[in-house]
């Protein structure tokens, strides 16, 4: 919980506002987004010393040195009168670098970290847990963030830089609050099965592994879709509904509502049923998401507040369900040799494509830039398109999903079956129970 109320500041809304403060056009802003994924590739080098370091000792370090790169991003706003605006952005995405370098390096040894502390049978549950906790922490840290910003009126609107030391030195005290508790976890020896050898790693072998495969596809997919999402919602937000950033921030914490939701809807249920039509059904809730979003952006909906807390809040859901459901069926099909090798490149495949999507989606946006034109009764412009493209990304991400390969995992349709079926028969039961 204190990291994510660490992470969020740096990686989330608040850096992007802070990057538009700057002047970033679209491009910059999806590289400050896709900055954090795409630097997870450096777990591919990182994999073969865990063995020689340990889990334990690799993530400690990794956290306390991204720490201190966000106290030097808390001087960043300051420089201002010295360096100028275009200095600034230079410094804050050379820190971002740093910053994203240290927590990719040290996130190749989280999975396997966790995978032995946590039993098979209780990995639904506990990831859903996590993802829950992770999202309880990160609507309080967006909330404290856009007080500090303005959020209200009781601040100057927009933000000065001021505001924004504030943000990233709150990001600093709580993640040094988050060592305090890293240090509490056991350690799990390295097996002796894992630990690497002399020998060359048969990456291409790794990936053609038949279920690994279909897994590393499905996160392709995903991340092209999800990746850009955050970032240019809250783009649309400031141009196309022209919001203070505080109300932005404010609107953007309601995501981690529906992330509060993800033990509820996934803790039982991807023990029960499996993380195959999780997935599945994660995917087709994406695409009538971004559908919300594109007849917003078309002009079909008028973007107000309750509209657009509407498809804010599946957006956390989804992101959380989707990280509990594709972190258990990697634990699960995995093999056991190699398995430190597996996850690096699952993580890999899975973040970049993650990174790689704003970068993309930004190049899009600025390249159709003010174009606006109407056709079947929509406007297309740069945000209409971009929704528009996600959508189908999407679709494709669910056809992806039903190639996955999962041991006694049941179909879409059974989950769909239990959760607006049995579940509201299990909720009213107990109700007349109480009444009775």
Request: charged share 10%.
């Amino acid at each position: 919980m204190f990291n994510a109320l660490s992470f969020q500041v740096i990686l989330g809304g608040p850096m992007v506002l802070y990057a538009k403060s700057l002047q970033a056009n679209a491009t910059i802003l999806g590289v400050v987004a896709g900055m954090m994924p795409l630097l997870t590739i450096s777990q591919i080098p990182a994999a073969a010393y865990l063995d020689r370091i340990g889990y334990k000792r690799f993530v400690v370090s990794g956290w306390t040195a991204r720490i201190a790169f966000a106290f030097l991003m808390a001087l960043t706003p300051l420089a201002g009168p010295w360096i100028g605006g275009g200095g600034q952005l230079v410094l804050l995405l050379s820190l971002l670098f740093g910053f994203n370098l240290c927590r990719g390096i040290a996130s190749s040894a989280w999975l396997p970290w966790i995978t032995g502390l946590v039993p098979l049978e209780l990995r639904g549950r506990y990831l859903a847990g996590d993802q829950a906790a992770s999202n309880g922490a990160s609507l309080l840290c967006f909330l404290i963030v856009a007080t500090l910003l303005g959020a209200g009126g009781f601040l100057p609107s927009p933000a000065q830089p001021w505001q924004f030391m504030l943000a990233f030195t709150f990001s600093g005290m709580m993640g040094v609050a988050s060592l305090h508790f890293l240090r509490q976890m056991p350690d799990t020896p390295v097996p002796p099965h894992e630990r690497a050898g002399t020998g060359r790693v048969p990456w291409a072998a790794i990936a053609a592994h038949p279920p690994f495969r279909k897994l590393l596809e499905l996160n392709a997919v995903w991340s092209l879709a999800y990746g850009g999402l955050t970032t240019f919602v809250v783009a649309f937000l400031k141009s196309g509904a022209d919001l203070p950033d505080g109300s932005i921030l404010v609107l953007m914490a309601v995501q981690f509502l529906g992330g509060l939701g993800a033990y509820w809807f996934g803790g039982r249920r991807l023990d029960l049923h499996g993380s195959k039509p999780a997935l599945g059904f994660i995917m087709l809730a994406g695409f009538l998401v971004a559908g919300g979003w594109f007849l917003m952006a078309a002009g079909i909906w008028t973007p107000r507040i309750p509209l657009v807390l509407t498809f804010i809040v599946p957006l956390g859901l989804l992101n959380a369900l989707h990280s509990a459901a594709n972190n258990r069926l990697a634990m699960a099909i995995v093999p056991r040799l190699g398995r430190n090798h597996f996850f690096a490149l699952f993580m890999v495949v899975w973040q970049v494509t993650l990174g790689l999507s704003p970068v993309l989606w930004g190049l899009l946006i600025d390249t159709v830039g003010g174009f606006r034109g109407l056709a079947l009764g929509l406007e297309w412009n740069r945000y209409s398109l971009f929704f528009g493209l996600v959508m189908v990304s999407f679709l494709g991400a669910f056809r992806a999903s039903l190639r996955l390969e999962e041991p006694q995992a049941a179909g879409v349709e059974t989950l769909l079956r239990d959760l607006f079926i049995q579940e509201p028969r299990r909720i009213f039961t107990r109700a007349l129970g109480r009444n009775a």
